[in-house]
């Protein structure tokens, strides 16, 4: 138990380690032009990325000022100069107090700053759009025209004192002001912002408006290009494709508890598995959705026990070096057999942990499971430790 543990401990940090630094397959552009392919990470910051040539270079760190672009999966990240607004959070309580709500202020202290960052172009048309991850952890939207690129505002309120608040304060020396009344405005300058950037005013008009967000955004510009004879409304971005993996586990198992059988005459164990798994996709992918089938087997001089079950759980791991630790957490639900005896339908659970090996496009896999939690619930107890692959 103490190894097991100590294997998941291992699992996790090797897992925090290896997962800062995830590389793709691109190229950069210096700003005189000259194109540099190899490997970058930290795809998605707004302020730094590392490259390196080959696998076995030290990584440097390129920022918006020494590079005009990047590129990698079909994605291109621009390096412009751009105004950013600032905005703070403000949490409130409605509904008399019993629900509270978060608000985006704009931080009239910090105000509106100039800064060269990378931008990701997500449509390339009469009017172009692009977005970025900032410091703060705010997302933002430029949409460019012909004349100008320009930031979309964020969904953000404004709070205004009411009639009767403002001439009561007028009243009252300052410092016995500490409680203000009003209200929070919603600003619906997002769509002032592409109202002006089409050009066209009678397009707006038609057009019906839209709650803030990044689908709806994405839309509008793609329409309004779409109009015009732009095919697919000009959108150049690449969401991954949801390639779906299949693999499959062949084993043994350590069965640690069963009241019906006898664990001092075990003639044979087995483990089966069967599993698809599909990318939830992060800046990492490093997150899959896992559905599979199981098949877990062991006897001894009279009795024999068969599980089998299907399962769908979450696997975390990485796919983009050769050798990857991984944890996994499923929710199964099938039959178990004594002597073919069947039992009633039974949910439980599935730890697992282990390593890939990946040689091209074929990955080794290194798999140990734990299930039940529950051992009285079901009447066993069983470790599994299997080897596979996964393509």
Request: aromatic share 14%; charged share 25%.
């Amino acid at each position: 138990m103490r190894l097991f543990y100590l294997v998941i401990l291992l699992t996790i940090l090797l897992t925090k380690v290896v997962a800062q630094d995830v590389y793709k397959t691109g190229y950069v552009v210096k700003s005189n032009g000259d194109t540099l392919r190899g490997s970058i990470s930290n795809i998605y910051s707004s302020k730094e990325i590392k490259f390196r040539k080959d696998k076995k270079d030290k990584p440097v760190l390129l920022m918006p000022s020494q590079i005009s672009a990047y590129s990698t999966e079909g994605n291109v990240f621009y390096s412009k100069v751009v105004s950013i607004t600032n905005y703070k959070a403000v949490k409130t309580l409605m509904g008399g107090g019993s629900i509270e709500e978060t608000f985006l202020l704009k931080d009239d202290h910090a105000g509106i700053i100039k800064d060269t960052v990378f931008l990701q172009k997500l449509i390339d048309g009469k009017v172009s759009l692009y977005r970025m991850s900032y410091l703060s952890g705010l997302k933002y939207f430029y949409v460019e025209n012909s004349f100008q690129l320009v930031e979309i505002p964020q969904k953000y309120y404004d709070f205004k004192l009411d009639a009767l608040s403002a001439e009561f304060l007028k009243t009252l020396p300052i410092e016995q002001v500490q409680l203000s009344l009003g209200k929070y405005y919603r600003q619906l300058d997002y769509l002032k912002v592409l109202m002006v950037a089409f050009e066209d005013d009678n397009y707006f008009k038609e057009a019906t408006p839209f709650v803030y967000s990044e689908k709806n955004i994405i839309n509008a510009v793609a329409d309004y290009n779409k109009d015009r004879g732009i095919k697919r409304g000009g959108k150049i971005y690449k969401t991954n494709l949801k390639r779906i993996y299949v693999g499959g586990n062949i084993g043994m198992l350590k069965v640690k508890k069963d009241d019906y059988i006898n664990l001092f005459h075990l003639k044979s164990t087995a483990s089966y598995d069967v599993y698809a798994m599909i990318p939830v996709y992060g800046i990492n992918r490093s997150t899959f959705i896992k559905l599979g089938y199981c098949h877990y087997s062991y006897e001894s001089d009279v009795r024999e026990r068969s599980i089998r079950k299907a399962y769908l759980g979450f696997r975390y791991q990485l796919m983009d070096y050769m050798v990857k630790p991984y944890l996994g957490f499923n929710f199964s639900y099938g039959k178990q057999y004594l002597n073919e005896i069947k039992s009633t339908n039974t949910i439980s659970a599935i730890f697992e942990y282990g390593l890939i090996v990946s040689i091209k496009r074929v990955h080794l896999v290194l798999n140990g499971g734990v299930t039940p939690f529950n051992f009285r619930e079901h009447g066993y107890k069983l470790n599994s430790f299997s080897v596979g692959v996964l393509l």
